[in-house]
């Protein structure tokens, strides 16, 4: 083989080894590029997620990871700085999350309302009550079952809102009519249809449930039912890890025409789940 040969022969050699470091560098760029999201069942549940995330990502090439927990704790986990964005929906508690240096400017995303969701047989006689507080009273009254998510999430959060707003305090019938069962909405409703027992759930929820089994909305309408999601930015100065520019993509995606066309588009049976209100004040209850 000349000289001439072999110095060809080491090119294309070269050449292949440049080619295959970056075939194998490809994958791990494109999976660099993601970002871990602390949020609600809810969201997760409902199929939501399921139905926005891959337009994001088609969009941006960012993947986004999903950890699905009550509110309460998926604040915790942006508190650890364990996820780069939190996605939640209980205003008072994102909030202090805000002020006290967890997370950045909370912005609007999205609202849907809860719903009392009870047996057909309907045992404390509350169906078509637009009066939560009422309804709730009867509930206690006649010691009907009632299942609690018991769960730190925003759900459970407006559960004991509105059991103080009607005057009744749900630990005195703990382990007898009223239920905890630490769990996120799909295995609460679970049980509650097992157990044949009235529920908060998010409509939500609600609308992907299939286990209905003898359930039925009972209670709606009420402006005090009305529910709100947030989105914040991990803060990137407690957390140095924080991807903050593909985090600040999703939050900025999620509030843009794009992301609240994307979140409006999703629908079951023909039905709404989420309503986008960025650019919207919330409505006054």
């Avoid at 286990?211 to 803060?235: A, I, S, T």
């Amino acid at each position: 083989m000349t000289n001439g040969e072999n110095a060809m022969l080491r090119l294309l050699r070269r050449g292949l080894l440049a080619a295959m470091l970056a075939a194998l560098a490809l994958p791990a760029t494109a999976q660099d590029r993601s970002i871990t999201v602390a949020s609600t069942t809810s969201t997760e549940q409902s199929g939501l997620f399921g139905h926005i995330l891959p337009i994001f990502t088609r969009e941006t090439g960012i993947q986004v990871r999903v950890v699905a927990l009550g509110t309460g704790q998926a604040l915790d986990v942006g508190r650890r700085g364990d996820a780069d964005v939190v996605f939640v929906h209980d205003r008072a508690a994102e909030q202090r999350f805000v002020q006290e240096g967890h997370g950045l400017e909370r912005k609007h995303v999205m609202f849907n309302d809860f719903v009392i969701v009870g047996p057909a047989s309907d045992p404390a006689g509350i169906a078509g009550t637009r009066d939560t507080a009422e309804a709730l009273r009867r509930i206690a009254a006649a010691k009907a079952p009632f299942v609690s998510r018991g769960d730190r999430s925003g759900t459970h959060a407006a559960e004991l809102r509105l059991w103080q707003q009607a005057g009744v305090d749900p630990a005195t019938g703990r382990g007898q009519w009223y239920r905890e069962v630490g769990q996120g909405m799909g295995p609460a409703l679970n049980t509650a249809a097992a157990q044949n027992a009235y529920i908060l759930a998010d409509r939500g929820t609600w609308l992907s449930f299939r286990n209905r089994q003898d359930l039925k909305v009972v209670v709606e309408g009420d402006p005090r039912l009305f529910n709100q999601y947030g989105v914040m930015l991990v803060n990137p100065q407690r957390h140095a890890h924080v991807k903050q520019a593909d985090a600040q993509r999703f939050v900025d995606w999620l509030v843009s025409p794009a992301g609240q066309e994307a979140i409006a588009g999703y629908k079951i049976n023909g039905q709404q789940l989420f309503f986008p209100n960025a650019r919207q004040p919330e409505p006054v209850s």
